[in-house]
């Protein structure tokens, strides 16, 4: 399994994303948490499981839900970048 390091950006977007699910309180913040720890563990498993989008980075969905994890395998880790709705057109917003 690989290593899995978030950038800064990726964080902020995590803790953005976690506010935002617990203000609704309707469990969806569990819920969400859920899905991206199982999508994390795949990405552990199978980096390379997901196709170059915008060379280097690979987008992971995260489950039903609509946010994509945008990463890239560097130097035998999994990096990730930001952690994005897929609602904010990460391939033009995304600058890296």
Known sequence: MMEVVFRERARADLRNIMAWFCDRRDGSEARFGAAFDAELSHLRRYPFGYQVRRAPYRFALVGRFRYVIIYAVVEGAVVVYRIRHMHQR???????
């Open 90 to 96: 990460p391939l033009k917003r995304y600058s890296g």
